[in-house]
């Protein structure tokens, strides 16, 4: 109990001293070149302080509850008495399967309750009027995380070099950009920053640390990162695929629709 408080404590003055830049930076911008009094100074007092507050709670959560938790989940999944049970013989990539699920299914969920994620899910049903539907957006930008976290846990896995993964996931978008809806591309492409944020980021290293920590013959330095990347990478893909779904639909709408106007003035004739 005393270890934890000191924990705490330590995470809230490492707060502290982070914040205090950025309300300087501001406070002085306020007041020396805008020469402006801040507004609602009792408002934003203690909206820093409540930032402070969640920034150190969460900190010390990822510290003492999801980083050991990803690392035990990813150590109880590779571990070869589970994934290996009644075989004999050295194990083989497909015999991780329940790795990949299990990084699938963590990427998809952490990725639908991402704060960012749905601040820009929202906005972009707002200034496109409904075009783009906040669920949608979500569904797809989860969908490609959850692929990413597949492959990336598969890279950790075989050993394969990251940018291989890199290279081939870049010029697949490129050839997307080419062709995708061009209302779509930038919303695509800041779809794949967002899901990089406060709850995706820690559960996905402490996953990638801990599977490259427990996978014979893995670094943790050399195999341990990358997820991230490879998180950031196959939303784009999947937003700007939903786009071109969406488009095909609608244009096999159009010609349906206008197959039967032309058959039915046919038959009027």
Request: net charge positive; aromatic share 10%; glycine share 10%.
């Amino acid at each position: 109990m005393v270890t934890a408080l000191i924990a705490l404590a330590t995470v809230f003055a490492t707060i502290i001293i982070d914040v205090l830049p950025i309300a300087a930076v501001l406070i002085i911008f306020q007041l020396v070149v805008l020469r402006q009094p801040i507004p609602h100074l009792k408002n934003v007092i203690i909206g820093m302080v409540y930032v402070m507050i969640g920034l150190g709670l969460f900190l010390f959560g990822l510290e003492w509850a999801l980083f050991p938790l990803g690392e035990i989940m990813a150590q109880q999944l590779t571990d070869p008495a589970f994934i290996g049970a009644g075989r004999t013989g050295p194990l083989d990539w497909t015999d991780y399967y329940w790795t990949y699920l299990f990084a699938a299914a963590i990427g998809f969920s952490t990725t639908i309750a991402e704060p960012s994620l749905i601040a820009v899910s929202m906005k972009a049903r707002e200034v496109s009027g409904g075009a783009v539907g906040a669920w949608g957006l979500r569904i797809a930008v989860a969908i490609g995380v959850g692929l990413s976290l597949a492959v990336g846990a598969f890279r950790i896995v075989t050993g394969t070099p990251l940018y291989l993964y890199m290279i081939a996931g870049y010029l697949v978008v490129v050839v997307q950009t080419i062709y995708a809806p061009r209302m779509i591309i930038p919303l695509a492409y800041d779809s794949g920053g967002v899901t990089t944020s406060t709850v995706t980021v820690p559960l996905v290293a402490a996953l990638g640390l801990g599977l490259a920590s427990t996978v014979p013959g893995r670094s943790a330095v050399l195999d341990g990162f990358g997820l991230i990347a490879l998180a950031s990478l196959f939303p784009m893909i999947t937003v700007m695929g939903y786009a071109q779904i969406g488009q095909w639909r609608s244009s096999r709408t159009a010609r349906r629709a206008a197959a039967a106007v032309m058959q039915t003035e046919g038959k009027n004739r």
